[in-house]
């Protein structure tokens, strides 16, 4: 490691002994440095630490820094679901979180903005993004459907497109309320920590439009 101060962050799960979706972190990872002209880190799997002994046993996050000069830490936490039983849609157009920046202030910021709901939807340019924190798959009577327009495709986001678990489409906030013209009924937010079926769905009934 190095001193060089870090610019993005990759979170990575381990859970029943291993870690997942380590090809598209790679991946992800490759393309954020790529993008910004900098050198690569190499394979994920040459320098990716053990998990301490301690936590082994555990749903661990594995938060890993990096930036221009190269890797920056490594570090490993229990991880523990955050419980949200209800969403707030909120508006900024201006919001680019394209790539997995460590500087997630704006989007804390966002969340502050909540009114009293457990969390907030992202609504960008008139269409349902992300919420502050992971990627969203909403459950229809047909499936699930994904807003086609999110901040940040996240690594659990693309392994459920890729394994055509999820179709991608383009919300509008009007279609993620009661009464919406996809039969949505159900939001569940997911990402690299959050895989399907390990957090509590939010009801369409629970998401609060734009004030």
Same mark, same amino acid.
Request: charged share 25%; hydrophobic share 40%; with cysteine.
């Given at each position: ?17 291993? *870690? ?76 680019? *979180? ?114």
């Amino acid at each position: 490691m190095n001193n060089t101060r870090a610019c993005f962050i990759e979170t990575i799960r381990w859970s029943e002994g291993r *870690y997942h979706l380590l090809d598209l972190h790679s991946l992800r990872m490759a393309e954020t440095l790529e993008e910004m002209g900098w050198p690569q880190v190499g394979d994920i799997m040459a320098w990716l630490p053990d998990v301490p002994d301690r936590l082994r046993d555990m749903t661990v996050k594995c938060r890993v820094l990096y930036g221009c000069g190269g890797l920056e830490s490594v570090e490993f936490e229990p991880y523990t679901v955050r419980r949200v039983c209800s969403l707030r849609m909120v508006e900024d157009n201006d919001q680019d *979180y394209h790539l997995k920046f460590a500087d997630r202030s704006s989007l804390m910021a966002l969340r502050n903005s909540s009114m009293g709901a457990d969390e907030v939807i992202v609504v960008k340019n008139g269409f349902v993004t992300d919420t502050s924190y992971s990627n969203l798959i909403f459950r229809t009577t047909d499936g699930f459907l994904t807003p086609a327009q999110p901040l940040l495709r996240g690594v659990m986001l693309r392994h459920l497109l890729e394994q055509g678990k999820v179709s991608s489409v383009a919300l509008r906030p009007e279609d993620i309320l009661p009464g919406n013209r996809y039969g949505i009924t159900e939001a569940f937010l997911i990402n690299a920590m959050l895989p399907p079926g390990s957090a509590n769905g939010v009801d369409v009934t629970d998401i609060k439009p734009i004030l």
